[in-house]
């Protein structure tokens, strides 16, 4: 896919951050829209901003770990817009949690949307997209599908699985000769809304955690979609989003196993300072 004008965009989790960016990005280059949200007003403003653009968007409010409802949705998209192009499987979730704390509805939550989300989004548009002849489908893992981080197991396993699922389908799509792109996302900080959304913290470190996110998330999604969507173009199979996407990407690379080390021993530091600051308070 070498432009997006006059081409039918999908994207889940439209309805702010990285989804949002995405929408108004492809609306600037002629793309149509496609655009859900489990957040009805969210996505009716992201489609109201694309058609201020002059794109024509739709907006639909669908909840993506509910597999029937994403089937039903791709029916509806394929009813009012006649093919689909491109499949952006962005909608996502976080969860703070150490494993033997971990409730099973929260570590379900998350797989359910991170993981079974983009699988549904997959399953349910491709015969769409082999039917276009020109046809791509984005899916969004995380740097922590490219490594595994203490208190993020639950996230780790979906971003994990993401990436594999992604990986296979693009070689079945290139073996089978279908006209259909495959790129895996990770992306690196990313300013949006995702760490004050998570699960699994207190009311206070859910505001420590949320405010260092703040600090270190370098990328705007802005920044993220354009990035992304250069990927698309290039079909790349791998989108590292951000500096330090990058750098995540080449710890195991260079450490192997022994980068789990080296992040346990970052955050029992991290907990004996934050320990001692509790204590001087």
């Known amino acids: ?17 990285i989804g949002r960016a995405l929408a108004v990005d492809l609306a600037g280059r002629g793309a149509r829209l496609a655009l859900s949200d489990i957040d009805p007003d969210g996505v009716v403003e992201t489609a109201a901003l694309c058609k201020t653009i002059g794109a024509q968007a739709i907006p639909y409010v669908l909840d993506v770990s509910d597999r029937n409802a994403v089937y039903a949705n791709a ?9 689909v192009n491109l499949v952006i499987n962005n909608a996502g979730v976080a969860l703070t949690a150490r494993i033997e704390e971990m409730s099973w509805d929260d570590f ?22 082999i039917a276009s002849g020109e046809g791509h489908i984005v899916n969004l893992s995380s740097v ?20 594999g699922f992604t990986e296979a389908l693009r070689q079945e799509m290139r073996i089978a000769g279908h006209p259909v792109g495959v790129s895996c996302v990770h992306p690196g900080g990313i300013k949006t809304d995702i760490a004050r959304n998570m699960r699994g913290l207190s009311a206070v470190d859910h505001k420590k955690v949320t405010a260092a996110f703040d600090r270190y998330a370098w990328t705007t999604a802005q920044r993220a979609a354009k990035v992304i ?12 989003v951000g500096a330090d996407a990058y750098g995540y ?8 196993g022994r980068y789990q080390d080296l992040n ?10 934050a320990a001692k600051r509790g204590l001087q308070l």
């Not at 990407?249 to 192997?256: A, E, I, M, S, V």
């Open 108 to 129: 379900e939550w998350v797989l359910n949307i991170d993981f079974w989300g983009v699988a549904y989004g997959t399953k349910a548009f491709l015969p769409h997209l």
């Open 1 to 17: 896919m070498k432009g997006f004008d006059g081409k039918v965009a999908v994207i889940t989790g439209a309805g702010s951050g």
């Open 249 to 256: 990407d080449l710890t195991p690379r260079l450490l192997g």
């Open 264 to 273: 346990a021993f970052v955050a029992r530091l991290g907990s004996v300072q």
């Open 75 to 83: 029916e509806e998209v394929l009813g009012a817009f006649s093919e």
């Open 144 to 163: 922590f599908g490219l490594i595994g981080t203490p208190t993020q197991s639950a996230y780790n396993a979906a971003k994990f699985a993401v990436r």
């Open 229 to 240: 969507l250069r990927g698309v173009e290039r079909n790349s199979a791998r989108i590292l």
